[in-house]
């Protein structure tokens, strides 16, 4: 049975760092195209970062120079640093996975539908 936990959000102040993990469970994510989605209630999904099979990476232009999505195939975790974290990087943050060979165009752009499987997200709160 395919899972994943993440865990790793909390509030911190502007300027701020945290590091989000998904850990999987059922699957291997060598062969998963990899994504941290982060939604604000009354608002649409955003796709923050993703990363695919070959290790290529992807980013929303909010976040390019402050965020870092990176996996540990040893132990099958995904992680995102997020570095000088503000206000508007509010918001609860998922991992999602798909199994294929690389990540869709619009794994940044939405939608964000075509994942099937969802952890259950980790709450990041940036205060000003």
């Known amino acids: 049975q395919v899972s994943l936990m993440e865990s790793g959000g909390g509030s911190v102040q502007t300027g701020g760092s945290l590091r989000l993990s998904c850990e999987a469970s059922?699957?291997?994510?060598?062969?998963?195209?990899m994504a941290w989605i982060r939604q604000v209630p009354g608002k649409e999904r955003e796709g923050v970062a993703g990363?695919?099979?070959?290790?290529?990476?992807f980013y929303t232009d909010s976040v390019k120079g402050r965020f870092t999505i990176s996996k540990d195939g040893a132990k099958n975790t995904l992680y995102l640093q997020m570095n000088n974290l503000n206000p508007e990087d509010t918001a609860m943050y998922y991992c999602?996975?798909?199994?294929?060979?690389?990540?869709?165009?619009?794994?940044?752009?939405?939608?964000?539908?075509?994942?099937?499987?969802w952890g259950q997200g980790t709450q990041v709160t940036v205060s000003s």
């Open positions: 999602a996975a798909e199994w294929r060979r690389g990540c869709r165009s619009t794994i940044i752009t939405g939608p964000h539908d075509f994942f099937p499987y």
């Open positions: 059922g699957f291997t994510y060598d062969d998963y195209c």
């Open positions: 990363i695919d099979t070959d290790g290529n990476t």
